[in-house]
């Protein structure tokens, strides 16, 4: 238990109503999107400024308190359901200002809980362009997006989060800060720290301001829908685009299982019967190069065997294209209660393989999977639809994940490429990895978080 | 008292179902208007979920706490129109408030025969018996309710709020009861102006009768008019519900006529959505005569713009209006194309589109009389929005969202005119 001083001292430093302690509060904490069971944790915190930030860590390891900082709770892996004996939770919501945007040097520097989507826009306001976008940007955070390294639609151009991470300042376990990176292209001072940081799920260190690069933003897009009878000849398309010197920001692939859940949802006239379809987008800084590139990415459709492709004539055209893709989630979350959303990673070559391999799981299982995904980078995100009341269906939903991700590592790929491992993952990271790994990463841990209180357990387990 | 949790889980379970297609994804945070305010994942949509899933599996003691929280809610329905797993979280919200705010309503005494009726399978059978059984005793009787049952009028005028002042003469006395043929125009409606219209707005229900009277369309309006019965049910009080929507499914089958027509985007949603939603205690027969009155409900503007086909010349010299899109007419019942159509043909007006119309204004009913703060910041961030588009009148469709808007600007000293799309339509005439 939390002995009364304390609770008080915590008050104290954050005020009464930045304290919570209620039973109800406490189980609005106690989970995250992940299909995993929930823990309570005994303490809510939300520090509003970045000396209370560095408190309340110092805190809470002088009391040997696990913590574990929360965004918006969106992750995907169990990365905010809090420890199980004494778990606090640090909320990062009342860190969420906009410290700068250097439209001179093209950085920004922010704190910690600034919602992907709201920073985005007023980048974009000021004429420059923050591109990862996650499709939780709407909610996630920043401090999150940099703990999950996320990635998003575009990632095949534009890259995922650590490509824009310059520098992180945080509070290590004591309460101590801990400068890294800075506002410069070029920056060699010290190790590394910024990118370790990255991905790290709060089990390094707890985030206080990031500096993010920004880049000029593309002025003109082109979006193309094209079907086709074989994922084969999708996958052919996939290479032959990017063979031809030309990388789409967008290239999103749905088979014919979300297809068919799209279709049920919006009646909008979605080809049943098509193996599969790509969304390609591409952009650029001049709309006659794009036009150029789109005319191209038609040509290349048509050639590696794909029976129809549309390309939009203007906004209101593109929306109606991406439509399909917009719906994929919702359509397939609808489908049944319970959504299990994973996101194996193959090299972009195997997808096909992956594809007939996630067919074939569910069959073996009887499982309703759909598959829809980032085909450039061969991020897929293979959906398991089910009940998790129903523990038989449920304990075969277990053993399909399982296979999917044997099948992902036999091809070359990645247990998660943006997801994260948190808990929900951390039993098969050997299996990528190896034994040494797994003991290095501890070893780095136990260094720079004696106590073991940064979100123990996340990641590399222990 | 930890016997009664078990029952009071045992009722929750009817929610399972529903409950369960809510994923955590979380996404409901970004619409919240609560949720903006607080920043606490207890008042959002997912933790509201997670608190009623946690009680209805009896992991959670508090009772009070979550009750707490599940009124810490504008029922503005934005959490279920974005929500990607299609979650019914308003249906969910009305039945747990009905569930909690009974139960936690109750005496000791009466939770014992409160359990013992569980036996029976409905949930909302249930409660009935129960209701009717102590009628009179935990429920307000129904003739306080009817006629003059909006608590939000009825409250007294507290604090710095600046309350729009009860009308001189409500619209029931101004305008007679009647019940006209139709001339030209054809149809028949039905008019039910609502609460809010009756006692702080007559002027909207004029609008509208004068509008109707133009076109030459047939009127029922009665005398006797109850309450949509929301405030009641938001309560959790689903015996007046019950009695309100009894009182006025007599009334208007009265007469025929080919729709039910309101000014108050809450009433529509209420008598269109909520009444059949809620209707599952009921006979077969008595559910489907709610069913047949329901689906004749519709929005005013929709009226004029769907099925008559108005069609004024496009202007746009004239005054600046916005509009603000209620929750309930654009959420629940996806009407926002029609009131803005209407407006953007007056011949007086120049229409502009203020930043997030279709954000809460923060007014949900009750929730303004038990969260004033969180409701004045929500509505202040409207306000705002207001006065950026530049316009100097602010239309909308509901009465409810018009005292809030008023309130808001009136305090902040804006000369900023709140008006009915109606009001702006009959003026033309
Ligand atoms: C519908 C949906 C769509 C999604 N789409 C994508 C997608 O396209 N791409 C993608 O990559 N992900 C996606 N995700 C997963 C998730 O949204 C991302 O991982 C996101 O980055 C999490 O942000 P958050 O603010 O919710 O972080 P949280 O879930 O709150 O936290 C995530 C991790 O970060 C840590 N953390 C948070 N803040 C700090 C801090 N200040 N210091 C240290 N550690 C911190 C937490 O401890 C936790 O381990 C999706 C999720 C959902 C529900
Ligand atoms: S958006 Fe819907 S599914 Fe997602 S957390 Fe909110 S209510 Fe649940
Ligand atoms: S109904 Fe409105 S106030 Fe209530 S949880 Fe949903 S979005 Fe929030």
Known sequence: MISTSLLTEFKNLLGKENVMDSESDRHAYSYDAAVLDAVIPELVLRPTNSEQLGKTVALCNENKLPMTVRGAGTNLSGGTIPTKEHGVVILTNGLNKILEINEQDLYAVVQPGVVTAKFAAEVARRGLFYPPDPGSQAVSTLGGNVSENAGGLRGLKYGVTKDYVMGVNFWNAEGEYVKSGGKTVKCVTGLNISQLMVGSEGTLGVFDEIIFKLVPPPVASKAMLAEFDDINKASETVAAIIANKIVPCTLELLDNATINYVEDFTKAGLPCDAAAILLIEVDGGHIALVEDDAEKVVEICKKNGARRVQMAKDAAEKNKLWEARRNALPALARARPTTVLEDATVPRSQIPAMIKAINDIAAKYKLQIGTFGHAGDGNLHPTILTDKRDKEEFHRVEQAVDEIFDVALSLGGTLSGEHGIGTAKSKWLEKETTKATIIYSRRLKKAVDPNYLLNPGKIIGG | MHEDLHQLAKMLHELDDQMVACMKCGLCQSV????????????????????????????????????????????????????????????????????????????????????????????????????????????????????????????????????????????????????????????????????????????????????????????????????????????????????????????????????????????????????????????????????????????????????????????????????????????????????????????????????EADRCCGCGGSFNLQHYNVSKEIGQHKRDNIVASGAQVVATACPACMMQMSDMLSQNKDQVAVKHVMELYAETL
């Open chain 2, 32 to 355: 919240c208007p609560v949720f903006a305010e607080t920043m606490r994942e207890g008042d959002v949509a997912r933790g509201k979920i997670a608190l009623l899933e946690n009680l209805s599996h009896e992991m959670i003691k508090d009772a009070e706490g979550v009750q707490e929280k599940l009124n810490m809610c504008l029922l503005c329905g934005s959490c279920a129109a974005n929500c990607p797993s299609g979650v019914k979280v308003l249906d969910i919200f009305l039945k747990a408030r009905v569930i909690v705010n009974t139960y936690m309503g109750l005496p000791p005494a009466k939770k014992a025969i409160f359990q013992g009726l569980l036996t029976k399978p409905a949930l909302f059978n249930t409660i009935l018996d129960v209701a009717s059984k102590f009628q009179g005793i935990f429920t307000k009787p129904a003739s306080e309710v009817i006629g003059s049952s909006c608590s939000r009028i009825n409250a007294p005028i507290i604090g710095d709020r600046h309350f729009m002042p009860l009308a001189k003469k409500p619209l029931r006395k101004l305008e007679s009861a009647r019940n006209t043929r139709p001339g030209k125009g054809g149809y028949r409606v039905a008019f039910f102006p609502g609460c809010v219209v009756d006692k702080v707005y007559p002027k909207v229900g004029q609008a509208v009768l004068k509008a109707l009277t133009h076109h030459e369309i047939g009127v029922y309006m009665p005398a006797g008019q109850a309450c949509c019965g929301i405030p009641a049910l938001a309560s959790g009080d689903k015996e007046s519900f019950d009695k309100l929507v009894q009182h006025n499914l007599e009334l208007f089958e009265k007469e025929n006529f080919d729709y039910l027509l309101t000014p108050c985007a809450t009433c529509t949603a209420t008598m269109h959505e909520i009444w059949p939603l809620m209707s599952g205690n009921q006979t077969q027969s008595m559910q489907e005569r709610i069913a047949s009155l329901s689906a004749k409900v519709m929005d005013i503007t929709q009226f004029m713009v769907d099925v008559l086909k108005v069609a004024l010349p496009v202007s746009g010299s004239g005054i600046k209006v916005t509009y603000h899109d209620p929750c309930h007419l654009k959420k629940s019942m996806k009407v926002f194309e029609q009131p803005r159509a209407l407006l953007k043909s007056n011949p007086r007006v120049q229409f502009v589109e203020m930043a």
